[in-house]
């Protein structure tokens, strides 16, 4: 159980363009959903917070109208990377949890963003 | 604030032998859960354990065991007989209780690359 997907694995854009990543909870309904960032050889770097029906919580530092955050439904969030320019290259990680406390997150296999 | 700090950024053991993975927390939260996570090559993330703040006992599962010090504010990892396939970035992680009440939030550790040499 517990079964989290996020498409694509990977992808390639040109500088300038959006890229659209989804996260789907396939076997449970995702109150909270989180995207993270991932450098290499770096830990995981929380981006945003978003919950069902509600706007996105976006840490500090992260631009939200470049990187928008859409959780329509209890089991799809996604994740829009708006006008992609190299330094947006990274690994992409979506988690979603039951929204408790308590509750582990269970993650996404992650999505390789590659800006040319 | 929340953080969690692992020291280890690398670690090498050849097969068979024990490892520990060190992880130390700080919160305000009176309430809290740890949580370890194993990150494989492939890049899933994969949940291992969760303890929460009130629940210092340490458990067992085959070959990991997790010790949890709230005096040292320390969630300890440790694998014994560590194989091949142990290898991976572990990561810590930390999340809020909600005594300062909004959403969960977790924070990860820097995580540890560990090595496990045949």
């Known amino acids: 159980g517990a079964v989290v997907s996020q498409h694509p694995s990977w992808v390639i854009c040109k500088s300038g363009t959006s890229v659209k990543i989804e996260c789907r909870s396939l076997?449970?309904?995702?109150?909270?959903m989180f995207w993270y960032r991932q450098f290499p050889k770096q830990s995981l770097m929380l981006m945003a917070t978003s919950n069902e029906g509600s706007k996105a919580t976006y840490e500090q530092g992260v631009e939200k109208d470049k990187f928008l955050i859409n959780h329509a439904s209890l089991t799809l969030s996604t994740l829009t990377v708006t006008s992609a320019h190299p330094e947006d290259s990274s690994f992409y990680i979506c988690?979603?949890?039951?929204?408790?406390?308590?509750?582990?997150?269970?993650f996404g296999n992650g999505t390789r963003l590659t800006v040319t | 604030a929340q953080k969690v700090t692992q020291a280890q950024t690398e670690i090498s053991v050849v097969e068979k032998e024990d490892v520990t993975l060190d992880c130390v927390y700080e919160?305000?939260?009176?309430?809290?859960?740890l949580f370890w996570y194993k990150q494989p090559p492939s890049g899933e993330l994969v949940f291992l354990i969760r303890?929460?703040?009130?629940?210092?006992q340490n458990e067992i599962s085959g070959r990991y065991s997790w010790n949890f010090q709230k005096s040292t504010s320390s969630f300890n990892f440790t694998i014994t007989a560590s194989q091949v396939v142990d290898s991976a970035v572990y990561f810590c992680?930390?999340?809020?209780?909600?005594?300062?009440?909004?959403?969960?939030?977790?924070?990860f550790g820097i995580g540890t690359k560990l090595q496990v040499i045949p």
């Open positions: 992680a930390l999340s809020n209780g909600g005594n300062s009440g909004g959403y969960q939030k977790v924070t």
């Open positions: 919160t305000r939260d009176t309430t809290y859960y």
């Open positions: 303890r929460n703040s009130f629940d210092e």
């Open positions: 076997d449970f309904q995702a109150t909270t």
């Open positions: 988690s979603a949890s039951l929204g408790s406390y308590n509750s582990p997150l269970h």
